[in-house]
């Protein structure tokens, strides 16, 4: 079947760099998009990567390998705000369809 | 702009009611999604529909139903309502280009189902 598997939680303190790490099983592989969820609101799009390789935004990159069936998203320079839930979505068909991952709750603490 | 909107904000139905969620979009995209989230669960893909005219089953589509009734509108049918369709709903749109494919979601739908 078809399937993405990140960590649930990861916490970390203010300032540090936070790596959340996404395995996938799809039959069909366009990219890989990741997402930010506060508090059960909308989710919101953070980054996509198409290629292999490192897709840097501020304080954000998403790494992607397409061998390993395997991308990560890294954040840095923590910041309390960064406390919300972050999903790795697959885009599995030429239409834009996408899978997501359960999510990794990051908690970031003083 | 406004994005994906969606009505209602908030429901709660009796096991066997049926209601209609909307969903429209002011940005032209081709492509909507609904999605439901559970506790744990992430977001899970009911149906979708890749253009006007066309619609497509996704993980989840046991008791729903949908209908894209013009590019910018795309409903979800609940014909009669279960306590396991206890959820928030989500619903979704995208473009897809070679460089970048961006959902953009709307506020989503709480429903409760007693």
């Given at each position: 079947?078809?399937?993405?598997?990140?960590p649930s939680?990861?916490?970390?303190?203010?300032?540090?760099?936070?790596q959340?790490?996404?395995?996938?099983?799809?039959?069909?592989?366009?990219?890989?998009?990741?997402?930010?969820?506060?508090?059960?609101?909308?989710?919101?799009?953070?980054?996509?990567?198409?290629?292999?390789?490192?897709?840097?935004?501020?304080?954000?990159?998403?790494?992607?390998?397409?061998?390993?069936?395997?991308?990560?998203?890294?954040?840095?320079?923590?910041?309390?705000?960064?406390?919300?839930?972050?999903?790795?979505?697959?885009?599995?068909?030429?239409?834009?369809?996408?899978?997501?991952?359960?999510?990794?709750?990051v908690?970031?603490?003083? | 702009?406004?994005?994906?909107?969606?009505?209602?904000?908030?429901?709660?139905?009796?096991?066997?009611?049926?209601?209609?969620?909307?969903?429209?979009?002011?940005?032209?995209?081709?492509?909507?999604?609904?999605?439901?989230?559970?506790?744990?669960?992430?977001?899970?893909?009911?149906?979708?529909?890749?253009?006007?005219?066309?619609?497509?089953?996704?993980?989840?589509?046991?008791?729903?139903?949908?209908?894209?009734?013009?590019?910018?509108?795309?409903s979800?049918?609940?014909?009669?309502?279960?306590?396991?369709?206890?959820?928030?709903?989500?619903?979704?749109?995208?473009?897809?280009?070679?460089?970048?494919?961006?959902?953009?979601?709307?506020?989503?739908?709480?429903?409760?189902?007693?």
């Open positions: 079947g078809q399937s993405l598997e990140q939680e990861v916490t970390a303190v203010e300032g540090a760099i936070v959340i790490n996404c395995t996938y099983q799809t039959s069909g592989f366009y990219g890989l998009s990741w997402y930010q969820q506060h508090d059960g609101g909308a989710p919101t799009f953070l980054s996509y990567n198409a290629l292999d390789g490192l897709e840097e935004t501020g304080r954000f990159s998403s790494f992607l390998s397409r061998s390993d069936s395997y991308g990560y998203l890294l954040l840095q320079e923590l910041q309390m705000k960064d406390s919300a839930s972050y999903f790795c979505a697959a885009s599995t068909d030429s239409w834009g369809k996408f899978q997501f991952g359960a999510g990794t709750q908690v970031v603490t003083p | 702009n406004a994005g994906v909107t969606q009505t209602p904000k908030f429901q709660v139905l009796k096991t066997g009611q049926s209601m209609t969620l909307q969903c429209a979009q002011d940005m032209n995209h081709n492509s909507m999604y609904w999605y439901r989230q559970d506790p744990g669960m992430g977001l899970r893909l009911i149906y979708y529909s890749a253009s006007e005219g066309t619609t497509d089953k996704g993980e989840v589509p046991n008791g729903y139903n949908v209908s894209r009734l013009n590019k910018r509108e795309f979800l049918r609940l014909e009669s309502a279960a306590p396991s369709q206890t959820s928030v709903y989500f619903c979704a749109s995208s473009e897809l280009r070679d460089r970048d494919t961006e959902a953009f979601f709307g506020q989503g739908t709480r429903l409760t189902v007693v």
